[in-house]
């Protein structure tokens, strides 16, 4: 367990300010496929064909409301707590109520063409008009020039994302519901279900990994997406589908689809795993479509091993009621990664009130801290703390970054507490595989 001997904020600096800057992950195009092996290239050829063709017809379905309507511009949707607004976890008897009643009936309006939902819409007050946008304005306060977060299109923009817990809440949600629903809801619930669960399968690339916005977008939400449990979460809700009575209308055919699409998606994250010198450690945030290597995504969040999202991920392959050795592999590897760099006596606290910021404070006895990013490469420069601004510039030091970063993001977190408690029981029952000579 690493303990450090002054807080970050008043540590030494012995390097340079700047590290180096962020490169943003790379779009699915069609030229990035031709790169491929001919005998690959189809299926992704494919597959980014069904995309486009999605995309457009997302768009028309829009455009003929606006015809149908009389109206030449579309009525632009509030922003509102998303995935918050429907919880998922309150008593039976709330999802027989007029509130999880009138909340379903929004969920089903705001679906796409697609069979997705956006993001940090008003959901639980507000019912989509006829002409009204898929998607609230998602589009970043803080846009810096060259920012990777600037949408390509802005006015259509997460038009149908597993970001911010988006489309699998939609799902779960109108599950909970559908006991209690009219026979009339009920039918409506679980076709809006069923387009769901076909949505996620849609989205999946032919590697079993999962982009954050589907039609495909560019920029970095073409990347395979851990970041918030984007991919976790399409996984788990499959395996709702596949496993859960309030899923079981499903055509078997769906379900079974349903069923290999969770099992190439584990392949993905086996394979996405980091490997540092011969060793696995842990993964990245996101990792690029086509390579699986570590890519980059906004401006702060630079290519490296991500702690919060790998405990998440680790935490799910715990779950797999019969592991095999390579996921027994990828737990052990992981956990000892995670024990290698818990940081011991910090608390991370304060904020733009308190001087310095927000940061990691002494307190002796405090559980451990994890950094959110970890360098890549060989230790002693690898595998290290680093901090991203919105300038791209990446430091070693948070006291370095800017107040508006340093204030408003997570850089440490206790995620991996949980993960290793887990661990410790878990490891009981599946011991490490032996090496193979």
């Known amino acids: 367990m690493r303990r450090l001997l002054l807080a970050p904020a008043f540590a030494v600096t012995l390097h340079a300010a700047v590290l180096g800057h962020m490169q943003p992950a790379e779009p699915l195009t069609e030229a990035r496929i031709h790169t491929l092996p001919v005998a690959e290239q189809p299926v992704w050829l494919d597959y980014l064909a069904r995309s486009q063709k999605q995309r457009l017809a997302d768009k028309a379905a829009l455009a003929a409301e606006l015809k149908a309507a009389g109206r030449t511009e579309s009525i632009h949707s509030k922003t509102g707590h998303g995935a918050n607004s429907m919880p998922l976890n309150r008593e039976a008897g709330f999802y027989a109520s007029a509130e999880a009643h009138t909340t379903a009936e929004n969920i089903v309006s705001f679906q796409t063409p697609a069979g997705g939902w956006s993001k940090n819409i008003e959901i639980d007050k507000h019912h989509r008009q006829p002409g009204e946008d898929y998607a609230p304005d998602n589009t970043s306060q803080h846009l810096a020039p060259d920012d990777a977060d600037r949408p390509m299109e802005p006015t259509w923009n997460y038009v149908g994302t597993l970001d911010n817990d988006a489309t699998t809440t939609e799902i779960r949600f109108l599950a909970l519901v559908l006991p209690h629903a009219s026979a009339a809801d009920r039918?409506?619930?679980?076709?809006?279900?069923?387009?769901?669960?076909?949505?996620i399968l849609s989205a999946q690339y032919p590697n079993g990994g999962w982009p954050q916005v589907w039609p495909l977008e560019g920029g970095y939400h073409d990347a395979i997406t851990f970041n918030d449990n984007a991919m976790i979460n399409a996984i788990e809700t499959l395996n709702l589908a596949v496993t859960n009575q309030n899923y079981s209308f499903l055509p078997s055919a769906l379900r079974q689809h349903a069923a290999q699409a969770i099992a190439h998606g584990l392949e993905c994250i086996l394979k996405s795993q980091v490997t540092i010198g011969g060793r696995l450690t842990i993964w990245p945030q996101q990792v690029d479509a086509l390579t699986l290597a570590p890519a980059g995504a906004r401006n702060y969040e630079m290519i490296s091993l991500s702690s919060s999202e790998s405990a998440a991920l680790?935490?799910?392959?715990?779950?797999?009621?019969?592991?095999s050795p390579a996921v027994v592999r990828s737990v052990y590897a992981a956990a000892a990664w995670f024990q290698q760099h818990a940081i011991s006596g910090f608390i991370y606290t304060g904020g733009k009130e308190t001087p310095g910021g927000r940061r990691l404070f002494e307190k002796p006895g405090a559980p451990p801290v994890w950094s959110r990013y970890y360098s890549l490469g060989l230790p002693p420069n690898g595998e290290k703390p680093i901090f991203g601004d919105r300038d791209r510039t990446i430091h070693d030091e948070l006291s370095e970054i800017s107040d508006e970063r340093r204030n408003g993001y997570g850089w440490y977190n206790t995620a991996a507490n949980q993960t290793l408690v887990a661990f410790a029981s878990w490891k009981q029952k599946h011991l490490m595989p032996r090496a193979n000579h």
């Open 187 to 199: 039918t409506r619930y679980q076709q809006s279900m069923e387009r769901g669960i076909r949505y």
């Open 314 to 323: 680790v935490n799910y392959l715990m779950t797999l009621p019969s592991p």
